[in-house]
């Protein structure tokens, strides 16, 4: 059996399925400490167009997304002007929910404020967990898995404070599991690392 075949069949979090891009979304990102701002500013983005959407509508759009919205340079999507949102607006490749849209816009240049008031986003951004990813204390389940925990009410709270939109609990709860802030792979999934 060769390593392809091995990965295709290794345990991994209910929630993978057997979409191909989902699984490697899973192996290859997912709880995967990222502190790249560029990046972090991507997945809380694409995890806000997600509310009310499955992740796996905007992993399979993603591509389209990173071509509309410049690659999610930030200083470009602060400066979109109407124009630029009508055309975002009538782009089939993505989610073309108008309170979305502009909401990405003004996250954008909420980043850039953030970043010019208190440095790297980042470094802001990770010690909401100390700098470390955050490890459940007991073993994980798929019904243990909380949809929103304390910090990220408060991260939350403190993205909304900054001007952010589309960064309720939940959402903010799902972009830091993406990006690794906790690491939530179930009990049987190959990448668990519980207690």
Same mark, same amino acid.
């Given at each position: ?6 990965? @295709?069949?290794?345990? #991994?979090? &209910?929630?993978?399925?057997?979409? $191909?891009?989902?699984?490697a *979304?899973?192996? %290859? ?13 991507e ?19 993603? @591509?389209?997304f990173? #071509?509309? &919205?410049?690659h999610?340079?930030? $200083?470009?999507?602060?400066? *979109?002007?109407? %124009? ?33 008031? @208190? ?37 939350s709270r ?27 792979h ?7 690392r519980?207690?």
């Amino acid at each position: 059996m060769n390593t392809m075949d091995s990965m @295709e069949e290794a345990p #991994r979090c &209910f929630w993978a399925g057997n979409d $191909e891009l989902m699984q490697a *979304y899973h192996d %290859e990102e997912w709880g995967v400490p990222v502190y790249d701002d560029r990046e972090l500013f991507e997945r809380l983005l694409l995890e806000g167009f997600q509310a009310g959407l499955s992740w796996r509508t905007i992993l399979h759009k993603r @591509e389209n997304f990173r #071509r509309a &919205f410049d690659h999610f340079a930030v $200083e470009k999507i602060a400066a *979109y002007d109407e %124009e630029k949102i009508a055309s975002l607006l009538a782009d089939a490749g993505i989610v073309r929910n108008r309170l979305k849209v502009r909401g990405a816009v003004r996250n954008a240049q909420a980043f850039l404020r953030l970043v010019e008031a @208190e440095g790297p986003f980042s470094d802001w951004l990770w010690r909401f967990v100390g700098g470390e990813p955050q490890i459940p204390a007991t073993p994980l389940l798929p019904e243990h898995i909380p949809t929103q925990t304390d910090i990220a009410r408060h991260l939350s709270r403190s993205l909304r404070q900054a001007g952010f939109t589309f960064v309720g609990p939940t959402i903010c709860y799902a972009f830091m599991q993406s990006v690794g802030m906790v690491d939530d792979h179930m009990v049987g999934c190959y990448k668990y690392r519980g207690p």
